[in-house]
């Protein structure tokens, strides 16, 4: 059976899952842009091998 009255935290709760969804989105933001950096990296390494060969 559903509680009488008005909510409870529910102001509490949005701002929770807002700020959790920053922080979610960040990590994958900095791992998306690490992944990039390892890739360019890899990929000069690569090409100076192939120029050196």
């Known amino acids: 059976m559903p509680k ?3 909510e409870k935290n529910t102001v509490n ?3 929770h899952t807002k700020l ?9 933001l900095e791992k998306q842009l690490h992944k990039e950096r390892l890739k360019s990296i890899i990929k000069k390494v690569n090409e100076s091998k192939t120029e050196e060969g």
């Open 20 to 28: 959790m969804q920053r922080k979610i989105n960040k990590v994958k």
């Open 13 to 15: 709760k949005a701002k």
């Open 4 to 6: 009488k009255g008005k």
